[in-house]
Nanobody
Framework: QMQLVESGGGLVQPGGSLRLSCEAS????????LGWYRQAPGKQRELVAT???????EYVDSVKDRFTISRANAKNTIYLQMNSLKPEDTAVYYC?????????????WGQGTQVTVSS
């Protein structure tokens, strides 16, 4: 019912910045809660940030004050602004649409985009 297409990943030096974008298709985008996940090699998938349909946000401690999640409902788009990037941020990043009810429950997933932080 909904498709998510990501862009903006790539190679960046430590301390640099990237902005990930995710365009969604389907109706009623503004009624979904949204989240970004990441998965590094050899590690479990991790929920990085969430934003609700009321624009409340939460972040995993390791990215607080560095990452910002936002949404543009008129463009059916989710963003993840990533600043002061560290090598440990290297991962495949996935955007999702779902529901936040005490915890976040993803329903739809994007294909993922690679972020590599290296000198």
């Amino acid at each position: 019912q909904m498709q998510l297409v990501e862009s903006g990943g790539g190679l960046v030096q430590p301390g640099g910045s990237l902005r990930l974008s995710c365009e969604a298709s389907g109706s009623m985008f503004s009624f979904y809660d949204l989240g970004w996940y990441r998965q590094a090699p050899g590690k479990q998938r991790e929920l990085v940030a969430t934003i609700t349909r009321r624009d409340s946000t939460e972040y995993v401690d390791s990215v607080k004050d560095r990452f910002t999640i936002s949404r543009a409902n008129a463009k059916n788009t989710i963003y993840l602004q990533m600043n002061s990037l560290k090598p440990e941020d290297t991962a495949v990043y996935y955007c999702t649409a779902g529901q936040y009810s005490g915890r976040y429950y993803p329903g739809y997933w994007g294909q993922g985009t690679q972020v590599t932080v290296s000198s």
